[in-house]
């Protein structure tokens, strides 16, 4: 892998990734931009104990531009986009309409590929592999910025979902505090290693699950499963056996390993709903620890959290969603339609053969 570090006009940071070491990278961004200014402020809520970033400067973000006038597509001719250069393995930017900036931390914009018609789904293994390594570099960098407590490396893909750019990218947000779905976390492997005498929590979850029914598959180094309490119609949990903290501590085999597992995994959920159905729309996340500290969870380090990827769907069954209405949304209490143990079956079914 070759890392390229530039400035586009406005002085955002561009990293280029690329597969061939004698690559260059000059192409200079001739956009006549001002510099971003941004309006990005984390709040807490005193009864929740949460946090809400307020981003108004989001409300001019770029939304649903026609394919030839992508700003994730590289630039060509007299077309301008957010890649100076005529083509990329892998790119990565900070976020022209950034959730978090300064002091809130920093978002940045994942692409995938320059092919602006392919999904994930699509790349090679040895380009999946590359994207591994950028999110690994990426969280690194990040986890050394002075605001920065949590790194989050995630996909959405699907209008369904509310994604605005259709070319394949995703996102990392760097939090300037640890998340509250991962404080959850940290709390009940807190209380359960208290319980037991200090079993972890992650490993009794993934030693339950590879003895049940709802595994969808395993290798040697990786394996996925459909949890027991799902909250989603379709959902997968993908665990090194390893137990790590974060991408950082993956061993070379766990990185060789997983790109065939991943897309394998990406193009299952793709044969759910049957030939001729849509894409199906997808939220893909990982879940690292905090690289803040962790004495409010009591007796917790950071090698007791277990890196995993969540990978799920909105879409219930053909034709239809998952919409969170007052129960979800109101009470944080998730109803699913769909048995995880049917879906685990059902993306068994649609194997690669």
Not at 43 to 53: E, F, I, K, Q, S
Not at 122 to 133: K, N, S
Not at 167 to 194: C, D, N, V, W
Request: net charge negative.
């Amino acid at each position: 892998m070759k890392k390229t570090s530039t400035r586009l006009a406005d002085g955002r940071e561009l990293i280029y990734y690329d597969l061939r070491d004698d690559t260059v990278r000059d192409a200079v961004d001739r956009r006549p931009l001002d510099r971003t200014v941004t309006t990005s402020e984390v709040r807490r809520d005193p009864l929740l104990g949460d946090a809400v970033a307020i981003a108004s400067h989001r409300q001019g973000r770029t939304y649903h531009p026609p394919a030839g006038e992508c700003p994730l597509c590289p630039s060509e001719g007299d077309r301008l986009s957010e890649i100076p250069d005529s083509s990329y393995d892998v790119a990565v930017f900070e976020n022209r309409f950034p959730s978090l900036a300064g002091d809130s931390g920093r978002c940045e914009v994942v692409c995938f590929t320059s092919n602006h018609d392919a999904s994930f789904a699509d790349l090679t293994e040895e380009q999946a592999g590359l994207v591994l390594e950028a999110w690994t570099d990426r969280t690194a960098e990040l986890s050394h910025l002075p605001a920065v407590e949590q790194v989050f490396c995630f996909e959405n893909r699907g209008a369904e979902i509310g994604v605005t750019l259709g070319h394949p990218h995703g996102q990392i947000y760097a939090y300037p505090f640890t998340t509250p779905r991962t404080a959850l976390m940290l709390r009940s492997l807190a209380a359960h290693k208290e319980g037991t005498g200090g079993e972890n929590l992650f490993d009794a979850v993934l030693e339950r699950e590879l003895a049940g029914e709802r595994v969808v598959l395993e290798t040697e180094h990786w394996a996925a499963f459909v949890p027991y309490s799902a909250h989603w119609p379709y959902e997968v949990h993908l665990y090194p056996r390893r137990r790590v903290p974060d991408l950082l501590a993956l061993d070379e085999a766990a990185r060789a390993e997983f790109p065939q597992v991943y897309l394998e995994l990406l193009r299952r959920f793709d044969r759910i709903f049957g030939e001729g159905e849509p894409a199906t729309p997808y939220i893909s996340a990982w879940h690292q620890a905090p690289f803040g500290a962790l004495e409010e969870f009591d007796g917790v380090v950071r090698e007791d959290f277990a890196l995993h990827l969540e990978l799920f769907t909105i879409r219930r069954t053909s034709g239809k969603l998952k919409f969170l209405a007052g129960s979800e949304s109101g009470m944080n209490v998730f109803i699913n339609d769909v048995p995880p143990e049917s879906a685990a079956q059902r993306l068994r079914e649609v194997a690669s053969s």
